[in-house]
């Protein structure tokens, strides 16, 4: 009797196993089909405007004044040979970092002459208060990613913490001019919009911001 309640319950044990194993299996592909979905539905929500002008402000942070301002000086600078630089303004990355964001931006706005990769996004998040400078193949030597990363710190960031979105979007604009087109005067074009960064503490000497930006072999030292 002993061995035949065995040989009745084993059965029961090794389907209960059984579908233990299959409900874990199933847990498992859910988990791993959410997680590999994730990318993919933050890549679906985040909208790329068209390129309808050199400054795409659908985060509606610039003025008006502002925005006509910097339209019509990056379009003088292409006009006159220099870089296609463009500035976006989004509300939300909509959980996309900014490197994936810019980079999705970039590849379906081509920037720059196919030949010479030499166009710039300025790209600016407003709700994760984050920035970013993508430079073309063609202008790394121009604007390595230390100097991007200066423009950012030590020129936007500033003045967007004091609350001047304007000048921090048009102080950008025109040290990332100078460095990329130093023979181009920007400050024609950018004139009552340029700012001077307000500054916490003392920068090192060595620093090429020092005085504002850059002071670099050839290339002009900027007031601001």
Do not use: C
Not at 73 to 99: F, M, N, S
């Amino acid at each position: 009797m002993r061995s035949a309640r065995t040989r009745v319950r084993a059965p029961g044990w090794e389907r209960v196993a059984v579908e233990a194993a299959a409900f874990i299996a199933v847990v498992a592909v859910v988990a791993v089909v959410t997680i590999g979905l994730t990318p993919t539905r933050a890549a679906a929500e985040f909208k790329i405007p068209p390129l309808s002008s050199p400054v795409v402000d659908t985060a509606g942070m610039l003025t008006p004044s502002s925005k006509t301002r910097l339209e019509s000086a990056l379009h003088a600078l292409k006009r006159q040979g220099g870089t296609q630089l463009a500035v976006l303004t989004v509300p939300t990355l909509d959980g996309l970092t900014i490197e994936q964001a810019s980079i999705r931006v970039t590849d379906q706005w081509q920037l720059g002459s196919e030949e010479e990769d030499n166009g710039v996004l300025l790209m600016i998040a407003r709700d994760e208060r984050r920035f970013r400078i993508e430079v073309g193949q063609g202008l790394e030597g121009a604007l390595p990613d230390a100097y991007a990363k200066r423009i950012i710190d030590e020129v936007m960031r500033p003045l967007f913490r004091a609350g001047d979105i304007d000048a921090g979007v048009t102080m950008g604009v025109f040290e990332i001019a100078r460095l990329t087109n130093p023979e181009i005067n920007m400050r024609a074009h950018l004139e009552g919009g340029l700012r001077q960064p307000p500054r916490n503490r003392p920068r090192a000497r060595n620093s090429p911001f020092a005085n504002s930006m850059l002071p670099l072999p050839g290339i002009p030292i900027s007031l601001f």
